[in-house]
Each structure stands twice: as structure tokens, then as C-alpha cells.
């Protein structure tokens, strides 16, 4: 039984501009106790007897100053009560921020429960597999960690921004003689509403088309074998927005905003034709102001999910389970307001996990009214920061990773 969960912690970990230490050392005590209290109730719910969590931005973006808390926050995670039953862990983090060649932020942990036997990592300089056993912490420069791979995007897939963060870590597991890969992935974001707004789809769009096919090239080169793989982070992915207001706003007329020095488009404003020429839409570079959030959350923003096309390209390639969730982002980072949205932005699911075709037959369906397969997002009620993380949870065919596997036995605890 395997879960996969991802977490984008950005806000979590970015609290550094409390000017009292103590304060911060409280909040970020309670804002972990929110991660911890909802992390265990995936736990206990669900059961897994192996557990992936992947983390973005891990040290959040003012990580100089808030590196130094990360040590404490995994030696919790690892000693908390909902971990007990898991006596072997692995933990890997990118926390080498002063190396702007490699720094990817990035941190993914995996932890395997005391009845899961003969569990087996591979070793990618090695090229063969060894047991798991024991607890280990990888971090700082994880390029010489044989156990994974990381790689930083190159700049050139995204100029604008001046340091990138952007990257992805794969392992590589075989439980019960079903071998896949975990990857850890960040993808780029959008700089500006007002640039995604010009084309449909936008030119962020097909940056990230670029960084998401790089990445899935790279697992499956032929350095070597191929296994079934999933794929989970913040892969930034956006509605479309120009059909997005070009829907919301069908019946409103298009105010422009120029620049004075330099006629550049500022703002846009969408007002209704009546109703006194009623603001619907504020559009800003950092400015997504919609009059009415509940179309966001009505049915979880179901209606919107025709407009969540970037996928759309890789369907070949990449699987993903029905979405039955509200957008992962942007939330606010107010403790109070955990189902508000943030005008920043508007509302997508850039949270995701996704697999391989040949992964999808990992997952076994029930043949009765048990559900096993979920896919959900965790703390819809409570503040994790911008993002909220998503988990899969499933169960997977003992061998059923190998070409000549046997795919009928659900997989056993040995």
C-alpha cells in the first residue's frame, strides 16, 4: 500500500521577516503543527506501508535565513508520532543555496513501514540495487549522492528570472519486485498575468513544455532500464487566461491602463456593460482581482478544469487520475483565512502528480465498494501556505513493474 504525497512549502518556511526571533520560533512551531496534524491524518487514514512526501522551495524563498530551522523540522517529522511505525527513512535535501550552478531547493523523503520487507534503492553510479535500512539524511550538496539524480534547469529556459530555483531529484525503489521512479519536480511560474493573458497558450506555458519534456527524456535515456515512473511537485501548471477571461468576463468591456513614461500596459480592468459598469476583473502583472472567488470553489472549480489544458500536450506520455479537488494555488498565507484564495493569481492546480502509462497499471482498482485509489489534496480547511499540498494514495501489483511480471497479485506485505 504506497502513498505519494507533495508539498509545496513554500510559505511555511518563508516567515524570516518577523523581526522578533521568539515570534518566529512560535509560528513556526504552530504552522508545523498544522503540517504535522494533517500529515498524520493522511497517515492514519490511509495506512501506507510506504510514503513519498516531495517538497518545493524546501527553506521557503528567504531560505538564507530559514536553512537553519530545516535540521529541527526533519528530526520532528522523523520522531513524531505518526512516523513511529516507519523504521527506515531516507531524506534527501537540496539546501546548498550559496551554489547558484545546482541549488534547486528541493526535498523529498521517503519512509517505509516496519512490516514492508526486502525494500531495495538503486544506486544510479553503481547501477544496481541495495537494501534500505536504517534512516539516513542526505543534504547540503546532493550531487555526489549516488542514490539519486538532480539537475538544475538551465538558465536559458527561463531568462526573466535571474536565479532560478527550478529543477527535478528522481530515485529509483523496487518493492516486492515492482520497480519504479519517484520525481521530484518544479516547474517554472508565470512572471506576469498581463504576458499570460496576450496568447493562448501563453509563453509560460510552453517554457514549461520544454522543462517537463526535458525531464521526462532524461528518465527514460538509455543509460538505464526503463521502469514505470511518477512524476509529482509543483509543475506550475495555469489555466489558460485568456480563455479563462474571456469566459468569466464574456459580457464586460475591456478597460486599458498604459504607462505614462513608457505606454507599457499596466492594468486591465473588465467592467460590466450594465449593473453601473460593475469592476468584474482587476488583470496586473501580480494582480488577478476577480469579483466573485465562489466560481473557484463551487464544486471544487470543476467548471474551470476545461481550461487546465497544459497537460494536454504529454497525454502520451503521462497519466493522471480524475480532479476532484479545488486549485492547489495561490492560498492565502493569512493563518485565518484557509480556504481564501489570494488575488495574485488566478486559482489553478499547479499541485499534481502524474505517472507513466505503465505506472497507471501499478495501481490496482477494487473489485468491490473498498475505495483504494485516492487522489485528494491535504488541509482544504487550513493554512499551509500558498499551496495545498495533494496526495495519492494506492496500492500497487507485486512485480508488477517488470515486463514479465504477474500482475494479478495485489502487493503483499512480506
Not at 527550478?166 to 508565470?190: E, P, Q, S, Y
Not at 500536450?313 to 497519466?319: A, E, N, S, T
Not at 499540498?389 to 494479478?408: E, M
Amino acid at each position: 500500500h504506497a502513498l505519494t504525497s507533495d508539498a509545496h512549502l513554500t510559505a511555511v518556511l518563508s516567515v524570516t521577516s518577523l523581526a522578533d526571533g521568539s515570534a518566529f520560533r512560535n509560528l513556526w512551531i504552530q504552522l508545523f503543527t498544522y503540517l504535522f496534524f494533517c500529515l498524520s491524518q493522511v497517515v492514519h487514514a490511509h495506512k501506507p506501508h510506504f510514503m513519498a512526501l516531495h517538497c518545493q522551495e524546501f527553506g521557503g524563498k528567504n531560505y538564507e535565513a530559514s536553512m537553519s530551522h530545516v535540521d529541527k523540522f526533519v528530526k520532528e517529522l522523523l520522531s513524531s508520532d505518526a512516523m513511529k511505525d516507519y523504521n527506515r527513512a531516507r531524506v534527501y535535501l537540496d539546501e546548498n543555496y550559496k551554489s547558484q550552478e545546482h541549488f534547486t531547493a528541493l526535498g523529498s523523503f521517503y519512509f517505509l513501514h516496519e512490516s514492508l520487507k526486502n525494500i531495495y534503492q538503486f544506486d544510479f553510479k553503481a547501477k544496481k540495487y541495495k537494501k534500505v535500512t536504517g534512516k539516513e539524511i542526505y543534504s547540503d550538496t546532493l550531487e555526489s549522492t549516488p542514490m539519486l539524480e538532480k539537475e538544475k534547469f538551465p538558465q536559458d529556459y527561463f531568462p526573466e528570472c535571474k536565479w532560478s530555483r527550478k529543477g527535478f531529484i528522481r530515485t529509483r525503489w523496487c518493492i516486492t519486485d515492482c520497480a519504479f521512479d519517484l520525481v521530484n519536480i518544479h516547474l517554472f511560474h508565470d512572471a506576469s498575468n498581463l504576458i499570460a493573458w496576450e496568447t493562448s497558450p501563453s509563453v509560460y506555458s510552453g517554457i514549461r513544455h520544454k522543462a517537463l519534456g526535458y525531464v521526462l527524456d532524461r528518465i527514460i535515456d538509455q543509460r538505464f532500464e526503463k521502469v514505470s515512473y511518477f512524476v509529482f511537485g509543483d509543475f506550475n501548471f495555469r489555466l489558460d487566461a485568456k480563455a479563462v477571461v474571456e469566459t468569466l468576463c464574456a459580457k464586460a468591456t475591456m478597460q486599458t491602463v498604459r504607462a505614462a513614461d513608457t505606454n507599457e500596459v499596466v492594468k486591465l480592468i473588465f467592467r460590466e456593460s450594465d449593473n453601473d459598469r460593475k469592476v468584474m476583473l482587476q488583470l496586473e502583472k501580480k494582480l488577478f482581482d476577480y469579483f466573485n472567488q465562489d466560481v473557484f470553489r463551487d464544486n471544487n472549480g470543476t467548471a474551470l478544469l476545461e481550461f487546465d489544458r497544459e497537460l494536454t500536450v504529454f497525454k502520451d506520455r503521462l497519466y493522471e487520475l480524475d480532479i476532484s479537488f479545488p486549485p492547489s494555488y495561490p492560498y492565502s498565507e493569512d493563518s485565518s483565512q484557509g480556504k481564501q484564495y489570494m488575488n495574485t493569481r488566478c486559482p489553478a492546480w499547479c499541485d499534481r502528480i502524474l505517472m507513466s502509462h505503465s505506472a497507471k497499471e501499478l495501481i490496482l482498482k477494487s473489485e468491490n465498494d473498498e475505495k483504494i485509489v485516492v487522489y485528494d489534496h491535504i488541509g482544504p480547511n487550513v493554512c499551509m501556505g500558498d499551496h495545498k499540498p495533494v496526495f495519492l494514495s494506492f496500492r500497487i501489483a507485486a512485480g508488477a513493474g517488470k515486463p514479465i511480471a504477474n500482475v494479478h497479485k495485489c502487493c503483499v506485505v512480506q
